[in-house]
């Protein structure tokens, strides 16, 4: 289910990656900081545009997660991009909610593979 296509996607995640400190190292996080996208919800935003394209990718809402013009994830919270991700979440055994955390990350990015 993922593919080249999807990886590209997720290496194009804007923003540094998070860093857990301690007294003598800093480990980097492997994924972006934790959002909830409902706090995004209004305008088009990256962010969730790259959410969007993981869950296409993985076959969930297919049918309202696109640009009706270019045809590409449109970066829109609405109705549909919530139900498909708590679809989602749901069903990796994750919380019902709208963040995307490390965990929803994880799954985003190994669910499709084989």
Not at 24 to 33: I, K, L
Not at 36 to 46: E, K, N, R, T, V
Not at 92 to 107: E, F, P, S
Request: glycine content about 12%; overall charge negative.
């Amino acid at each position: 289910m993922g593919d080249e296509a999807l990886l590209a996607a997720l290496a194009q995640v804007d923003g540094p990656a998070s860093t857990t400190t301690t007294a003598t190292t800093t480990t980097p996080s492997p994924w972006p900081a934790a959002v909830d996208l409902a706090a995004l919800g209004g305008g088009s935003h990256p962010y969730t545009a790259r959410v969007q394209g993981c869950l296409l990718a993985l076959g969930y809402g297919a049918s309202g997660l696109v640009s009706s013009k270019t045809g590409r994830p449109d970066g829109i919270f609405g109705q549909l991009t919530e139900e498909a991700l708590r679809s989602f979440k749901c069903k990796q055994g994750l919380a019902n909610d709208t963040v995307v955390d490390d965990a929803t990350w994880w799954c985003l990015i190994n669910s499709g593979l084989r």
